[in-house]
Nanobody
């Protein structure tokens, strides 16, 4: 298992932007972001394959969020633009220890073996 350290959460007004970072202690096949809003189950947000750089997004964030990676820094980012109040949640990064040929396969919590501690994102109206 790898260790993951997240940063970058905070409070922002609707329409604003935030960038989350997730530093990993080692390389994995894929890195994902999930979120959990109060009273709701954790849900998939986005994923990126370390080697190919291919990405996949949940429909709710497509066109507003961008996932990227810096191989030299072992860090994955989630750039969140045009934030909405419904984006308010604790955001978790996760490392995928299972290899799938398609990035679209990494959408379930079961596909990820290591998790960060979570960072709070609050979007105010």
């Amino acid at each position: 298992q790898v260790q993951l350290v997240e940063s970058g959460g905070g409070v922002v007004q609707a329409g604003g932007s935030l960038r989350l970072s997730c530093e990993t202690s080692g390389l994995t096949y894929a890195m994902g972001w999930f979120r959990q809003a109060p009273g709701k189950e954790r849900e998939f947000v986005s994923v990126i394959m370390w080697s190919a750089g291919s990405t996949y997004y949940a429909d709710s964030v497509k066109g507003r969020f961008t996932i990227s990676r810096d191989n030299a820094k072992n860090t994955v980012y989630l750039q969140m633009n045009s934030l909405k109040t419904e984006d308010t949640a604790v955001y978790y990064c996760a490392a995928g220890g299972i290899y799938y040929a398609s990035v679209r396969s990494y959408t379930s919590e079961a596909d990820f073996s290591s998790w960060g501690q979570g960072t709070q994102v609050t979007v105010s109206s």
